[in-house]
């Protein structure tokens, strides 16, 4: 098929979409999702991993459906997301622990999820062995610790270090094992999340080093039966940058197993729990664009084009809270005109929504052709943080979610949400 075939199949694909359930939406296609896990298991059998999905990278019904048929497990945070996973299927207890619950605090049903599922809670802090003790709770936990580095592609999703909010301090986790002992529960994993940074020799690195720290951990923790690197691993967002795959964490995994298990003089499961790498590429948001327009330049700086479209931040955040870069397409009849520099802003009532940022730029026009108003533009990789992140702010209704299907078959998996669906949780009752 010509280039030309392509992009006029790809316009009737999305144009008949958009018929029927509106713009913006967001498209799921199952064969990259699919593609995705395929890599990451196959790493993960020829290293002996267990791979877990961090299911708020994506947690739409019909992607945890393909996770669950394809062996994966779950990496839940809130007592929400665990029931989520049990309504598809995954199953609770802790032996195996298919469904982890990772929390920085225990709020609204945590607890009580925990309780009723019996999924392993992964502690974020210690005061939560004694919230665990005080509701009766006696079973295993697993401890994420904070190893003092790490790193991310903004500092806002760096999970190592002083600053870092997250888990216990690495030199603070035998007292924690002492204090668990004194509970009466059983810490039987170690976790770290080391953050998701855009660099493959940053990982490799910090992988390397937290390996390291948990070999050296291991033996104040007699009950450990497993290990978890976290997730963290990079998603090439640019273009121009060459992409990350997978494979290429494969000697580093199996040195990583091999180190840990003659730490711990036997051998014991080692996991990875990347979102990201599943499903940053496996969704795109398709906008209408609704008009173009342009300022002029004068004393507060220069002029600028701006592709009016009607998707925005409360569809996709992801620019506008970490300056973070989106490729963008245009389909339709401006396709192939010549190409100018524009910003895409959104109908949101803030000046901070648009779609073209710069790390520290509020706007960063691209080269773009010049498109014709009516045509769509591809929001694409938006696949991690993306719908999960959505909002309802200026009440606007969330996006609709399509699975897109290998043989070009269609499923709408999220409706567009309604006025009554936002307002469902106001009330009036007196307290
Ligand atoms: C505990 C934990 N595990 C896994 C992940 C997934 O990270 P990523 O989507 O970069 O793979 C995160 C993300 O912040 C996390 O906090």
């Known amino acids: 098929m010509s280039k030309t075939e392509a992009a006029a199949q790809e316009r009737e694909r999305l144009e008949s979409l958009a018929a029927r359930v509106g713009t913006p939406f967001w498209v799921i296609d199952a064969g990259v999702l699919r593609r995705r896990i395929g890599e990451v298991k196959a790493v993960c059998g020829e290293c002996g991993f267990q791979p877990r999905f961090a299911m708020k990278s994506l947690s739409t019904w019909r992607v945890l459906q393909e996770m669950r048929d394809q062996g994966i497990w779950i990496d839940a ?43 392993l809670v992964n502690i974020g802090s210690p005061g939560m062995l004694r919230e665990l003790e005080a509701a009766g709770y006696r079973g295993p936990v697993a401890l994420r610790v904070n190893p003092g580095f790490g790193s991310g592609h903004s500092k806002g999703v760096d999970t190592g270090g002083p600053s870092s909010k997250h888990g ?108 990201r790498y599943f499903v940053a590429p496996a969704a795109h948001l398709v906008t209408r664009i609704r008009d173009i327009k342009s300022t002029r330049t004068n004393e507060k700086g220069t002029g600028k084009n701006f592709i009016m479209v009607d998707g925005g931040f409360v569809d996709l955040i992801r620019p506008a809270m970490y300056g973070s870069y989106h490729r963008i397409s245009i389909v339709g009849r401006g396709a192939t005109n010549p190409v100018e520099e524009f910003a895409v802003a959104g109908p949101v009532c803030e000046s901070g929504d648009v779609f073209t940022r710069g790390s520290s730029d509020l706007i960063a026009p691209r080269p773009l052709p010049r498109p014709e108003i009516g045509d769509l533009l591809v929001l694409h990789d938006g696949g991690a943080y993306g719908y999960v992140m959505a909002s309802n702010y200026n009440s606007v209704g969330r996006a609709p979610q399509v699975w897109l299907e290998e043989d070009g078959s269609a499923v709408l998996v999220s409706r567009r949400e309604t006025l009554d669906d936002i307002l469902k949780a106001e009330v009036e009752e007196k307290l």
């Open 77 to 119: 945070v809130s007592g929400n997301e665990v029931l989520r996973a049990r309504r598809i299927g995954f199953p609770g207890g802790a032996n195996p622990p298919v469904i982890m619950l990772t929390a920085d605090v225990l709020r609204d049903n945590a607890l009580e999820v925990i309780l009723n599922e019996r999924v």
């Open 168 to 275: 216990v301090w690495f030199e603070d986790a035998g007292e924690t094992a002492a204090e668990a002992a004194r509970r009466g529960l059983k810490i039987i994993m170690l976790h770290a999340h080391i953050g998701s940074g855009p660099k493959l020799e940053e990982l490799l690195a910090n992988l390397n080093r937290l390996t390291q720290e948990f070999a050296r951990m291991a033996k104040a923790f007699p009950d450990l039966e497993g290990f978890s690197l976290g997730g963290g691993i990079p998603f090439t967002y640019k273009e121009d940058a060459p992409p990350v795959e997978i494979a290429q964490l494969g000697p580093l995994f199996a040195d990583a197993r091999k180190r840990l298990c003659e730490a711990a003089g036997r051998e014991v499961r080692v996991e990875i729990e990347p979102g």
